[in-house]
């Protein structure tokens, strides 16, 4: 719609000649927004495909600005990351909760026949502690 709203021409066919315009226009519009611009580039390019018409140069385009989205997604995660030690301390940290539970539950077997608050965190902290994460479908099985 930006296209078709910036350039005002009612032939698709048209418009899609524009092609160099088309990229300008876009970028300048979205500037620095590279993961808006890679989307933006193809949703044109899917213009062209319904019109089986082909785009090089857009396809190029679009993959330079995949790459670029992936390598900006790559130095997020790596900032994101915690460090090991910080994942160990709140292993330890279950583990004693864990333990605590354990307890709790030998002294009182109420808490897994009235399937309390604590049961069900027993059993969480038991299948986080011995498999690790679980996707939802290997937890039922």
């Known amino acids: 719609m930006d296209v078709f709203n910036h350039f005002k021409l009612n032939n698709i066919n048209q418009l899609l000649t524009l092609k160099k315009d088309i990229i300008n226009f876009i970028q300048t519009k979205y500037n620095k927004k590279t993961s808006t611009l890679k989307t933006k580039f193809c949703c044109i390019y899917k213009c062209y495909k319904i019109l089986n018409l082909e785009s090089n140069f857009l396809k190029k385009k679009i993959d330079e600005y995949k790459t670029q989205t992936c390598i900006e997604l790559d130095k997020t995660k790596e900032s994101n990351k915690k460090d090991e030690n910080d994942g160990i301390e709140k292993i330890e940290e279950f583990k004693k909760h864990y333990e605590n539970l354990h307890q709790q539950i030998k002294n009182d077997t109420s808490i897994l026949t009235n399937?309390?608050?604590?049961?069900?965190?027993?059993?969480?902290?038991?299948?986080y502690l011995e498999y690790g994460n679980l996707r939802s479908s290997e937890i039922i099985k």
Do not use: D
């Open 115 to 127: 399937w309390t608050q604590k049961a069900q965190l027993y059993c969480g902290l038991k299948l």
